[in-house]
């Protein structure tokens, strides 16, 4: 007696877009973007629920911080920092002038 296994989910990994596609054998395939900045500016991942006593999953798509975001981000501070250190070390006596 031989058995075949059916997919019914298939998560794949690419560098392109999250994607969420039916086949017409029915078969549900989830692609994930990287999830590495090395790859693209906007990494992400997936949380997947599989519920028991039936073939019901949900998939939510999860995007992270874009690399660009996250390197302005530390710039700005970066010069806010400087500019508090500069303005905290000037002399009092500058000022009273």
Known sequence: MAF???CR?????HTHEFCDHTHSDGTREITVP?????ARDDPGFVFA????GGNTVSVSYCS???ESHVLI?????LFLLITLW???NKPYNMCLR
């Open 9 to 13: 989910i298939v998560f794949s990994a």
């Open 34 to 38: 990287s999830m590495t900045w090395k």
């Open 49 to 52: 629920t599989f519920r028991s």
């Open 73 to 77: 981000s530390y710039t700005l501070i």
């Open 4 to 6: 075949a296994l059916v």
């Open 64 to 66: 992270l911080a874009r």
């Open 86 to 88: 500069l303005v905290a």
